[in-house]
């Protein structure tokens, strides 16, 4: 009877976008609580627009269209080092692949291999154009 109450002042709670993060990600948001280890820890931090632990609090805020926006989501490594470093267990790199996950449901690309000369295809590292494609684009 309990549980039943609290599952449905949850999803009176949350709003669709972080219900969908929470069930792709598989993790809690609400577990977090802004120490901010994982940015101190982040090595792409200084070149995200949000920061890791500020990516966290705008789901909960369902700042959905802020966070869609931000270069954040892609310039993630998914180095897992703040999924370690978290003190509450919260896996922010399977967040952070949620997030891409989202966008790319929605048939946007964010990385355009296509667009690239045939110049530049020679130039650029094989592993870097194959990953590319398979994680930028839709
Ligand atoms: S380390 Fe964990 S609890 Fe701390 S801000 Fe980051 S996600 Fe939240
Ligand atoms: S997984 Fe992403 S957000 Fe987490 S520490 Fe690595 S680069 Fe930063």
């Known amino acids: 009877m309990f549980r039943?109450?609290?599952?449905?002042?949850?999803?009176?709670?949350?709003?669709?976008f972080v219900q969908k993060v929470?069930?792709?990600?598989?993790?809690?948001?609400s577990a977090c609580y802004q120490c901010g280890k994982c940015s101190a820890g982040c090595p792409s931090a200084p070149f995200m627009d949000i920061l890791p632990n500020?990516?966290?609090r705008l789901i909960q805020l369902g700042m959905?269209?802020?966070?869609?926006?931000s270069k954040t989501i892609w310039i993630c490594a998914s180095c897992?080092?703040?999924?370690?470093?978290?003190?509450?267990?919260?896996?922010?790199?399977k967040i952070m692949e949620a997030l891409r996950q989202i966008q790319l449901r929605q048939n946007i690309d964010y990385g355009k291999p296509l667009n690239l000369s045939k110049e530049k295809i020679g130039e650029l590292p094989q592993i870097a154009l194959v990953s590319n494609f398979r994680k930028f684009t839709a």
């Open 4 to 16: 039943g109450m609290k599952f449905e002042l949850e999803s009176k709670i949350k709003n669709k």
């Open 22 to 29: 929470e069930e792709l990600s598989g993790e809690n948001l």
């Open 54 to 56: 500020q990516v966290i």
């Open 64 to 69: 959905k269209k802020e966070l869609m926006n």
């Open 80 to 93: 897992f080092t703040c999924s370690v470093r978290c003190p509450k267990g919260v896996d922010l790199a």
